[in-house]
Nanobody, 114 residues
Framework: QVQLVESGGGLVQPGGSLRLSCAASGFVFSNYAMSWYRQAPGKERERVATITNADDIKTYAEFVKGRFTISRDNAQNTLYLQMRRLKPEDTAVYYC???????WGQGTQVTVSS
C-alpha cells in the first residue's frame, strides 16, 4: 500500500532553514507528480509546492515563492522541501502526497519561533 513518511521538521528561529524529506513506498514513485501541503492550527490544509514526475516543472504557492524549493530523487523514492528564510507564519504540520491521487503520511511539525 501507499506509504509516505515525512521527516526533518523541528524548531527553528525566524530566518532559519530546514530541509524536509518524504520517503515513498508502495507505488512507482517516478510515475507520479508529488506535492507538499501544510496545515496550521485552526486552518485548512494548503498546497505549498508541486513537482512533476519528470522533475521538469515545479510550482509554488505565492507565500513560499523564492524561499522554498521542492525537489525529488526518483532513484531514492524521496521527495524534498528545502525551506529558507522561515517565518513564524510557516509554522504548521507539513505533509507530502501524490498530486491528484492522494495518500498522506503522518506529517512533520515545523515550528518557527524565537
Amino acid at each position: 500500500q501507499v506509504q509516505l513518511v515525512e521527516s526533518g521538521g523541528g524548531l527553528v528561529q525566524p530566518g532559519g532553514s530546514l530541509r524536509l524529506s518524504c520517503a515513498a513506498s508502495g507505488f512507482v514513485f517516478s510515475n507520479y507528480a508529488m506535492s507538499w501541503y501544510r496545515q496550521a492550527p485552526g486552518k485548512e490544509r494548503e498546497r505549498v509546492a508541486t513537482i512533476t514526475n519528470a522533475d521538469d516543472i515545479k510550482t509554488y504557492a505565492e507565500f513560499v515563492k523564492g524561499r522554498f524549493t521542492i525537489s525529488r530523487d526518483n532513484a531514492q523514492n524521496t521527495l524534498y522541501l528545502q525551506m529558507r528564510r522561515l517565518k513564524p507564519e510557516d509554522t504548521a504540520v507539513y505533509y507530502c502526497t501524490r498530486t491528484n491521487y492522494g495518500g498522506w503520511g503522518q506529517g512533520t511539525q515545523v515550528t518557527v519561533s524565537s
